[in-house]
């Protein structure tokens, strides 16, 4: 009981700052959009989405693995091993980051074909020091999940998007020049990793963490990491591509020249998917808080436990889903129009809000896998998905336009979702979460129909900023009253998360 509570309390914590800080940079994103435009943005997305591809090529997979290495030396009782995982972390990534952030500074002249935008390529040449110190940071990241050390995590997690958040506006200000504006916000970017990157080490090491001989832990770091780093690596690839392809494509078929495509680009990816990945922070709270916990269980055979984990994590994500799902189809167009001043972007996030129940399902259903030694399998199905993106936006933009990406995420979430789920259900086959999904859906349903008659009442007399405050807590009681009717929703979480030990 008391390991359930201490569960409840510490993905409170991690939800509680991760919304604070996916807050931040959900209004940054909307300050940035109005300064720098959609032009602006679209530069920005792009070159981040490159650095993604390189960062994610040296450190994706290892904070994970650190992590479940920490989570099994604990098991054990083996202090020794916990800082050889750290170190074997730090010295994996060294030796990838450093060549390769070498190779792309004297050799940026080869790497153009990258960028769907050239203006993007010395706006990258930026970032090229944070390649090494965030993927060190992330390697401290690893250390803090493993040890649970929840509290100096997302401190320091929230500081260095405040950090980002903070000079990014004052840098922007008043900058007129798209290209200005996107450099200006991407220095504030490797500032804030220069920022973690002190603070995780100082933190690391105040508290006893130390480097040690890493050879014991190096073998199963790689061989654990690899695939993960692989499946995170063929994301960021997928990004980047799509950053070349989608506007390549969107100028070939409708005759857009290069700002209006990338200023379309901008709109779906840079202003609508973000809304739409919304609960992927909250996801994210739930695989920190759960993983090293359940990879602990894993390692002690502690069965029961284990299923514990597994279904509560599944149903969190359908809930998180079944309470948005409803409010983003609704107010889709509202949210839109008012965040961003754009049309079509809340017109994406309203035909898009189905999305959410798979995306939810794949997320959590990978951690899960991940933490149960079964890296490869859930590499397969990303890639079988990620097949289906790209054959999605190769065939359907002249059909669709943008929204071919849209249709092709949704797709990929679906075939993770339902390979993971078919491979958990072989792993454990007493877990439960059918019914409970199935009420759910029915939930969604009927709150977005009450939703559509409210809206299309309050829609007549008061402005989108008042359909949004009168419709969204409207939307979130009644999804809730069903939700407690059903009896898949109780306060004993709040209790426990409000009691002492």
């Given at each position: 009981m008391l390991m359930k509570q201490n569960i409840y309390k510490s993905a409170a914590m991690v939800t509680v700052f991760s919304t604070i800080e996916k807050?931040?940079?959900?209004?940054?994103?909307?300050?940035?959009?109005?300064?720098?435009?959609?032009?602006?943005?679209?530069?920005y997305q792009i070159c981040l989405s490159v650095f993604a591809v390189f960062l994610t090529v040296a450190s994706s997979g290892v904070p994970v693995t650190v992590s479940r290495l920490i989570a099994k030396s604990n098991a054990t009782g083996d202090v020794k091993s916990n800082h050889a995982a750290v170190t074997a972390g730090v010295v994996a990534t060294l030796m990838v980051t450093v060549p390769l952030a070498i190779l792309l500074f004297f050799g940026?002249?080869?790497?153009?074909?990258?960028?769907?935008?050239?203006?993007?390529?010395?706006?990258?040449?930026?970032?090229?020091?944070?390649?090494?110190?965030?993927?060190?940071?992330?390697?401290?990241?690893?250390?803090?999940?493993?040890?649970?050390?929840?509290?100096?995590?997302?401190i320091i997690e929230l500081l260095e998007d405040a950090v980002m958040v903070i000079l990014g506006c004052v840098l922007v200000y008043g900058v007129a020049d798209p290209m200005l504006g996107a450099q200006r916000a991407t220095i504030a970017v490797l500032i804030s990793y220069v920022f973690s990157f002190i603070v995780s080490l100082f933190w690391y090491f105040k508290k006893g963490g130390r480097f040690v001989n890493p050879k014991k832990q190096l073998k199963p770091l790689l061989s654990s990491s690899l695939p993960i780093t692989a499946m995170r690596t063929s994301t960021s690839v997928l990004n980047s591509a799509v950053a070349v392809l989608l506007p390549m494509l969107l100028m070939k078929v409708y005759g857009l020249n290069n700002s209006e495509a990338i200023s379309l680009y901008g709109i779906a990816i840079g202003m609508s998917v973000p809304i739409l990945f919304m609960p992927s922070s909250l996801i994210g709270s739930i695989s920190v808080v759960v993983a090293p916990e359940l990879s602990e269980n894993f390692y002690k055979n502690k069965t029961e436990l284990v299923k514990f984990d597994i279904e509560k994590s599944v149903k969190a994500a359908i809930f998180i889903a079944t309470i948005l799902i409803p409010i983003l189809f609704v107010l889709g167009d509202e949210i839109g129009t008012f965040i961003y001043a754009n049309d079509l972007s809340g017109e994406i996030v309203q035909n898009c809000s189905f999305i959410l129940l798979p995306m939810c399902i794949a997320m959590i259903t990978t951690t899960i896998l991940n933490s149960l030694n079964c890296e490869k399998r859930t590499l397969i199905y990303f890639m079988i998905g990620a097949?289906?993106?790209?054959?999605?936006?190769?065939?359907?933009?002249?059909?669709?336009?943008v929204y071919s990406y849209l249709i092709g995420m949704a797709l990929s979430f679906i075939i993770s979702?339902?390979?993971?789920?078919?491979?958990?259900?072989?792993?454990?086959?007493?877990?439960?979460?059918?019914?409970?999904?199935?009420?759910?859906?029915?939930?969604v349903m009927l709150t977005c129909t009450f939703g559509t008659l409210l809206d299309g009442i309050v829609s007549r007399y008061v402005s989108a900023f008042w359909?949004?405050?009168?419709?969204?807590?409207?939307?979130?009681?009644?999804?809730?009253?069903?939700?407690?009717?059903?009896?898949?929703?109780?306060?004993?979480?709040?209790?426990k998360l409000i009691s002492r030990s």
């Amino acid at each position: 009981m008391l390991m359930k509570q201490n569960i409840y309390k510490s993905a409170a914590m991690v939800t509680v700052f991760s919304t604070i800080e996916k807050t931040l940079s959900f209004f940054y994103r909307i300050v940035l959009s109005r300064i720098i435009g959609a032009e602006g943005l679209g530069i920005y997305q792009i070159c981040l989405s490159v650095f993604a591809v390189f960062l994610t090529v040296a450190s994706s997979g290892v904070p994970v693995t650190v992590s479940r290495l920490i989570a099994k030396s604990n098991a054990t009782g083996d202090v020794k091993s916990n800082h050889a995982a750290v170190t074997a972390g730090v010295v994996a990534t060294l030796m990838v980051t450093v060549p390769l952030a070498i190779l792309l500074f004297f050799g940026k002249s080869l790497f153009g074909f990258l960028f769907s935008d050239d203006r993007s390529t010395d706006i990258f040449l930026i970032l090229l020091p944070g390649l090494i110190l965030t993927s060190i940071y992330a390697v401290m990241r690893g250390a803090f999940w493993g040890n649970k050390q929840f509290l100096p995590y997302s401190i320091i997690e929230l500081l260095e998007d405040a950090v980002m958040v903070i000079l990014g506006c004052v840098l922007v200000y008043g900058v007129a020049d798209p290209m200005l504006g996107a450099q200006r916000a991407t220095i504030a970017v490797l500032i804030s990793y220069v920022f973690s990157f002190i603070v995780s080490l100082f933190w690391y090491f105040k508290k006893g963490g130390r480097f040690v001989n890493p050879k014991k832990q190096l073998k199963p770091l790689l061989s654990s990491s690899l695939p993960i780093t692989a499946m995170r690596t063929s994301t960021s690839v997928l990004n980047s591509a799509v950053a070349v392809l989608l506007p390549m494509l969107l100028m070939k078929v409708y005759g857009l020249n290069n700002s209006e495509a990338i200023s379309l680009y901008g709109i779906a990816i840079g202003m609508s998917v973000p809304i739409l990945f919304m609960p992927s922070s909250l996801i994210g709270s739930i695989s920190v808080v759960v993983a090293p916990e359940l990879s602990e269980n894993f390692y002690k055979n502690k069965t029961e436990l284990v299923k514990f984990d597994i279904e509560k994590s599944v149903k969190a994500a359908i809930f998180i889903a079944t309470i948005l799902i409803p409010i983003l189809f609704v107010l889709g167009d509202e949210i839109g129009t008012f965040i961003y001043a754009n049309d079509l972007s809340g017109e994406i996030v309203q035909n898009c809000s189905f999305i959410l129940l798979p995306m939810c399902i794949a997320m959590i259903t990978t951690t899960i896998l991940n933490s149960l030694n079964c890296e490869k399998r859930t590499l397969i199905y990303f890639m079988i998905g990620a097949a289906a993106m790209l054959l999605s936006i190769l065939t359907l933009t002249k059909f669709v336009g943008v929204y071919s990406y849209l249709i092709g995420m949704a797709l990929s979430f679906i075939i993770s979702a339902v390979l993971n789920l078919r491979l958990l259900k072989k792993k454990c086959p007493d877990i439960k979460f059918m019914k409970y999904a199935l009420k759910s859906l029915a939930v969604v349903m009927l709150t977005c129909t009450f939703g559509t008659l409210l809206d299309g009442i309050v829609s007549r007399y008061v402005s989108a900023f008042w359909q949004i405050v009168i419709c969204v807590p409207a939307c979130l009681l009644f999804t809730a009253a069903f939700l407690y009717c059903l009896k898949m929703f109780t306060f004993r979480p709040v209790k426990k998360l409000i009691s002492r030990s």
